[in-house]
């Protein structure tokens, strides 16, 4: 099995080990394919996070700076969470998207700090019930570096730290 395969079914043994919700879509579609936030679609990305009929999890996965390539398969991350969580890409190379992006996720944001922003390289996963009006709460929701997303052994601390 390729690395990077591994990792996403890592990513989703993490994911499956958290408390369990009941599955309501919300504002959220699942797919079972990743969502690409273009432009316009960072807006209702953070609708959805805010969406306070979702009892699922939201995973975003950044892609590395300036790159188009993420830490995981995101595919195969989308399609190992199809039922349990929607999977959307954050490509750093697309400008404009980024713009968006720090927009929505700044301090100067009415609604959103900037604690909530997902690191390029990274895999963020934001639970239900987010406030995104309160700086403290961006700390219930996971933070998964590329160190963590591409190392087994990292991976295995993670994965018993979230039990």
Not at 1 to 19: G, K
Not at 49 to 73: G, H, K, Q, T
Request: hydrophobic letters at 35%; glycine letters at 4%.
């Amino acid at each position: 099995m390729a690395p990077a395969r591994r990792q996403a079914l890592r990513v989703t043994e993490v994911i499956f080990s958290l408390p369990c919700h009941d599955i309501r879509s919300g504002k959220a579609e699942l797919t079972g394919t990743p969502i690409d936030l273009d432009s316009a679609g960072v807006a209702d990305f953070v609708e959805v996070l805010a969406d306070p009929e979702r009892d699922m999890p939201v995973v975003l996965l950044a892609s590395f700076p300036y790159s188009v390539s993420y830490p995981v398969i995101p595919s195969d991350l989308a399609s190992g969470l199809e039922q349990t969580a929607p999977v959307y890409l954050l490509c750093s190379q697309d400008k404009e998207v980024m713009a968006r992006y720090r927009h929505h996720f700044s301090d100067d944001s009415r609604n959103v700090t900037h604690n909530f922003r997902c690191p390029a390289g990274c895999a963020r996963l934001y639970l239900p019930q987010v406030d995104l009006g309160k700086r403290s709460d961006s700390r219930r929701h996971r933070r998964f570096s590329s160190d963590v997303l591409t190392d087994s052994a990292a991976w295995s601390t993670c994965s018993r730290e979230a039990v």
